[in-house]
């Protein structure tokens, strides 16, 4: 334990000081009550840590694109910050981070592609995340075709990935490659942490991803069984090939389930009923909800660890995501009531 703490002494407070800044219940309840962007951008200009960031920017004229792409630049930012502060087998853990940001920025290039709007594609991205990437996003931005496309990620991982779902070199299958991309990461994330962590460290991360991972799949299984009546052979493809409290006779019980009303009996029995509910309305909210509070947890049980780190960039996440939502309310002129409902605040 004490060579935890000389370990961690570092990124412990470089956390406790990050965490310090970020957005108050009272600075969410001042960004609902605004009306348009402006207003929100000038907020976070005078009233926050993204005062920096937003400096140089007019609130008058900032459209919502640029908001928000300010934000994700930010967000990146504070990751990075952190990454450079572990060294050794454990730095290596943090390959992570980085795939999971290249497997999100192909997810938004591919859905430009598809609507050829790929040649509007602008993206500022970190220079740590750029050297360590397995592609060159600016010549993939570059593509006009779907096999134009794939062609630029030669080399890379996703390049056989991508060639299975071209139908015909010029179109992409979006839905089934999106599920094979995310089946991806959590294959590799959960190498990752089995290669580079070891300890409390490897069990505290594998209880986080193995959480995410269970109730990611069963969301998945919902989803199919309740919207797109999808065969349950497809349903076993994509369903991520790892575990953690839900155990495989679970598993095929949620997929083998004859209708909704069968799956939820089954869920009844495990302990992540807790975060389904009968209508299923908010069901990612629920997700969102529960992995907050589980990664909040874990990092005031054990802040000597690889876990408040993670825990701060998941806070940071939520932080983005949750303005991204209040901008998005106002632009479709939505009762800021009704947006609060999908907040996840730090004190809540």
Known sequence: MLSDVIRYSGSYAKVRTMAGKLLSDEDYDALLAKTTVGDVAAYLKNNTEYHDALKNISETDIHRGELEGILQEEKDK?????????????????????????????????????NDMLHTFKSSINPYYKKHMSYDAQRLAL?????????????????????????????????????????????????????????????????SFGTEIDILNIMWILRCKKYFGTPKELIYAFVIPYRYRLSRETLVALVEAGSVEELYAVLEKHPYKQVFADDALFTEQYFYQYVHKMHKKMSVLMPYSVMTTIAYIHAKETEINNIVKIIEGIRYKMDMKEIEKYLIRQGR
């Open 78 to 114: 504070a990751s990075v910050k952190l990454f450079k502060y572990e060294k050794g087998i454990n730095a290596n853990f943090y390959q992570v981070f980085v795939i999971r940001y290249e497997i999100e920025l192909l997810k938004e290039m591919l859905r430009l592609l598809e």
């Open 143 to 207: 593509s006009r075709s779907a096999g134009q496309f794939a062609d630029n990620l030669y080399g890379s991982p996703y390049y056989d990935i991508i060639t299975r779902f071209i139908a015909n070199r010029e179109h992409l299958d979006i839905f089934n490659l999106e599920m094979t991309l995310d089946v991806h990461y959590f294959t590799r994330a959960w190498k990752l942490i089995r290669r580079n962590l070891r300890g409390r460290d490897q069990r505290i991360v594998s209880e």
